[in-house]
Structures are given as C-alpha cells and as structure tokens.
C-alpha cells in the first residue's frame, strides 16, 4: 500500500476531475481504479486522464466548417425586443389592405405553419384541376361548394380547358380559374412546367384532379408539391405507378368518367365529405349557379334584340351543329337534334314565344330557312350567358346539355330529351323534384324520339299562368 501512496501523492492534478465532481463517481471506486492502474501500470497514471473526461463533448469540425464559436460582440435578449430588432420592421396597418392575413404576429414560424394544418386535416388553400368542357365543369359545383363548407375560409382555384374556365363566372367560391388543358395528351413544354412553376408557387394544401391518371399526370401533380394530392386513376394497367405519387386516389367504373351522369363525381364527393375526428359528414350540397348583375344585363339587350319579353319566351336548346359550344356531355354525344325536327317540336307551342339558341352564326341562315326569318333567334356560347337566359325565360326544352343542368339549378320548368331512359336517369336523377319532364327515345337514339309526347308535355307551358 506504500507503493500505492507514494504514486497518489506526486500527481495529484491528474486527478483533479474527481476532486471537483464528488458525486459524479463514488469515492470506493475512486480508490479501486486508483490502486490497480498504480500497481499495474505504474508509469501511465497521466496517460489514463482522456478516457476519464469521456463527458466532456468535442466540438466536430466537420458539421459546420464556418463555426467559429460564440459572437463576443452579440447582445441577447428577448425574441424581438432586445436584440438587433428593436422595433417592428412591419408597415403600418392598412385596413384596405385585402391581404392582411399575411402578416405574421411577432414570432410565428412560417417553417412550420403547415405542421399545425397537417395535423388537423385542415385545408387553407385547394387547387381543383377539371377534365373536360361546360358540362363537366358545371357538375363539379357541388363538390366546391362542400369544400367550401368543410374548410370554412379556403381558397379555391380551378385550372380547366378554355372551354371549362367560362362556367366559373358562375361559380363565386371559385378565387382564380387558369385555363389550362389537363387533357392535351403533348402539352407544349414550355406550358407544362410554366403551370407546375405556377401552381407549385401558390403553396396549396391539397390539389383535387378529375382527370384520369397515369404516371405522367400523377407526376405533375406531384410536382405541385401540395400536402394531399388526390385524384382518379386510370381503370386499367395504364395506372400502374400513378399511386406511388399520390395521396388517395378513386378508380371510376369506366374510361370514360361522365358516364356516370349527374353523380360522375361521386367517389371524390364521398371523400371530401368523410367524418374527420370529431367532425360530422358533410352532406353534398344541390347544384347551384350566381348570376352577376352585369351578365343579365347583357344578355338581357341580346334577347330584347331578337324580339322576345322577360318571361315570355321558352328557350330552345339543342340544334344540330359541329360547334364546340354546344355544351354537350362527354358520356352522351348522341345529344342533339337537327332544326326540322325542332321545328315540329315548337309548333305546339303557343303561349310564349320559342328562342332558338344557336352555338354559331352560319346556323341562323338555317334556322331562318325552316322556321321563318320572323323566328327569334339568340347567339349565345358562354354558359353564363346561358343561365342568364335560362333565368329570365319561362322555361327551357332541350336535350342533353349544359342547359338542362342549368335550368334546374335555377329551378325553372324544364323538358330533356334523351336518346335513352337510362341516361336520362342517369343525366337527371330525381326529376320530378327538379320540375324537369324527361322524354327519352324508345330505339336508343335521339333522332326516334317521339315528337307527339313532346308536344304533349309542352302543354305545361301553355297552361301555367306563373309561367306566362
């Protein structure tokens, strides 16, 4: 044990750790490892003081090269109040101002703003991205208006065809509507990432898309970088991969998606409208359009010109003709009838005056030559100008277009003509709810359909007085 002491006493500074931390390592232990690196190694008591500090961190050179320690001349302080910000860098209010939601209270983190949405399922901003033209642009109204229910102050925008932008003058939930085909199979380059650039930059939560997806357009919808991306994929192998890119995905019943008629929608409405934790089911909303006062008043000067009084006419829709204003469905292209047999159609009526409405003008120099140059005529191609005509009519005979959904979100007295009862059951379900008379063809096709019923139900205009 003399020899033990004799190499305690000379060094005592290799042991200085312990002296000042008693409670880190008992005393015993201490003495023991003391004694056998004394007895043992007697000549390599300093050499074990490294492997005793093994608390003490080392700072590593290699995680930040340009770390050069603590600022000597740096003042502390209170977040916002001490430190180099001593006052607020922010311009004054300006109550005019229609983006003040953007000014972030004094320590809000934009980093993690989106953590909070996540974590809630909330939705701030939503991007819609519509296949198809009129028709189907105007059945996705409910779906808007429930996530406009389910997320009380998101902002809605739309990216849909030339065609499909112009139903959304309709639509006042709807902030910004982008034309941009989705269905061009070879879309310009320069196009295609000048929207990804553009939608990518809006920052949404969560990106909705009707068209059926592949692997190249589930990649572009991945290159939004929204948080949810949903979307309907392709029924068949044309699928493969799109689901890896993204967030839920709906495979309809067929290629074609408006086959399903009025409720084509209807897998990417019960989604939206899924109980969440401890919020309810949202019920589907009907099919409702807002008219600005400005549209009515253009068209009211059109159909002044052509000769017709507010409430006196009956808008016909539905003529033959290969311009893409006709507003047809994509799942019923056998949905319009030649100007002869509208011509024996409107000879019943009698009460209020029939208004052809022709998609193009070289179709009024037929209309004129069957129906007479004494005929009221209207050349109407935006489905606002549309429903502004259908609001002030007494009612509307068409087939299957843009004009009959549009009739019964105003609620006005309709007849459809379809070229089969099942897509009339399909196109307007529960129709008698909707004050809407369907007439369907007997053959399966439009131009067989019985002329006599259609006179016959044409009679409910005649003898309404609410109507006249």
Not at 62 to 73: Q, R
Not at 112 to 135: F, N, Q, T
Not at 288 to 308: F, M, N, P, Q
Not at 422 to 438: D, H, R, S
């Amino acid at each position: 044990m003399a020899a033990a002491t004799y190499y305690l006493l000379p060094n005592p500074k290799a042991f200085s750790p312990f002296l000042r931390n008693p409670p880190s390592i008992p005393s015993t232990h201490l003495t023991h490892v003391s004694l056998l690196g004394s007895l043992d190694y007697p000549f390599h008591c300093s050499t074990r003081r490294p492997n005793v500090q093994v608390n003490a961190k080392k700072k590593n050179p290699w995680l930040d090269p340009f770390d050069d320690g603590e600022d000597p001349n740096l003042e502390y302080g209170s977040l916002f109040v001490d430190g180099k910000q001593e006052e607020d860098p922010r311009p004054p209010d300006d109550p005019d101002n229609p983006y003040g939601f953007l000014k972030f209270p004094a320590g809000y983190a934009v980093e993690i703003a989106s953590l909070g949405l996540k974590v809630r399922g909330d939705v701030r901003r939503c991007c819609c991205v519509i296949s198809g033209g009129v028709y189907e642009n105007l059945l996705f109204f409910p779906a808007i208006q429930l996530i406009k229910d389910r997320y009380p102050g998101v902002q809605i925008d739309v990216v849909a065809s030339e065609r499909g932008k112009q139903t959304y003058e309709l639509n006042k939930n709807v902030r910004w509507a982008t034309a941009y085909d989705p269905d061009d199979e070879f879309p310009e380059p320069a196009e295609y990432t000048d929207m990804i650039g553009v939608l990518k930059g809006r920052y949404y939560d969560m990106v909705l898309s009707t068209k059926l997806a592949g692997l190249g357009h589930a990649a572009f919808l991945f290159m939004t970088t929204a948080r949810d991306r949903v979307s309907y994929v392709y029924p068949n192998v044309n699928a493969a991969g799109a689901g890896l890119l993204l967030s839920d995905t709906f495979t309809p019943d067929s290629l074609n998606l408006s086959d399903g008629g009025y409720h084509m929608y209807h897998q990417m409405v019960d989604w939206l409208g899924r109980p969440f934790r401890k919020v309810p089911r949202q019920p589907v909303p009907p099919f409702r359009v807002s008219i600005s006062r400005k549209l009515k008043e253009v068209v009211e000067a059109k159909y002044t010109k052509a000769g017709v009084k507010k409430g006196k006419y009956v808008v016909i829709h539905g003529i033959q003709s290969d311009s893409k204003a006709s507003m047809q469905s994509r799942g019923d292209l056998d949905s319009l009838l030649p100007i002869e047999v509208w011509a024996e159609i409107t000879d019943a009526i009698r009460e209020v005056t029939p208004l052809f409405v022709i998609p193009h003008e070289k179709e009024r120099e037929n209309v004129e030559e069957i129906m007479g140059e004494e005929a009221s005529i209207i050349f109407i191609t935006t489905p606002g100008q549309m429903a502004a005509l259908i609001n002030d009519s007494a009612g509307v005979i068409a087939t299957n277009t843009a004009a009959i959904q549009l009739a019964n979100a105003r609620d006005k007295p309709s007849i459809a003509l379809f070229g089969s009862e099942e897509k009339g059951n399909k196109f307007v379900p529960q129709a008698e709810e909707k004050k809407c008379t369907v007439i369907s063809s007997k053959t399966g096709k439009l131009i067989d359909i019985d002329v006599e019923a259609v006179k016959n139900a044409i009679q409910t205009f005649n003898v309404s007085p609410a109507l006249v």
